[in-house]
């Protein structure tokens, strides 16, 4: 049974910064994905299985960084610079495959943590 255990969200000015961390239970392609009341969920930010290859949504380039710590199978998104448009529930999600394709499709990964709260203040 795979397990991601998501921390680190919480309430922080616009403009702020908050890191949020993704522990699983073993080694694969990460994605993290935000979903707001009566919306979609969203591709956020992926990395690849080496963590050579990183990926973002352009709502969040050049403000958020994915990162990786393979020793402690340990998934991370830093947001800076965040603002009220970021708010939302974050999900970290992880795919058996070791493959990137369709990184930014919510199908394609098999497990999903059970989401922490990001609330962005104005």
């Known amino acids: 049974q795979v397990q991601l255990v998501e921390s680190g969200g919480g309430l922080v000015q616009a403009g702020g910064s908050l890191r949020l961390s993704c522990a699983a239970s073993?080694?694969?392609?990460m994605g993290w994905f935000r979903q707001t009341p009566g919306k979609e969920r969203e591709f956020v930010a992926a990395?690849?299985?080496?963590?050579?290859?990183?990926y973002y949504a352009d709502s969040v380039k050049g403000r958020f960084t994915i990162s990786r710590d393979n020793a402690k199978n340990t998934v991370y998104l830093q947001m800076n610079r965040l603002i009220p448009g970021d708010t939302a529930d974050y999900y970290c999600?992880?795919?058996?495959?070791?493959?990137?394709?369709?990184?930014?499709?919510?199908?394609?990964?098999?497990?999903w943590g059970q989401g922490t709260q990001v609330t962005v203040s104005s």
């Open positions: 990395i690849s299985w080496s963590g050579y290859n990183t």
């Open positions: 073993g080694h694969y392609v």
């Open positions: 999600a992880a795919r058996s495959s070791r493959n990137s394709d369709s990184y930014y499709a919510v199908g394609t990964y098999d497990y």
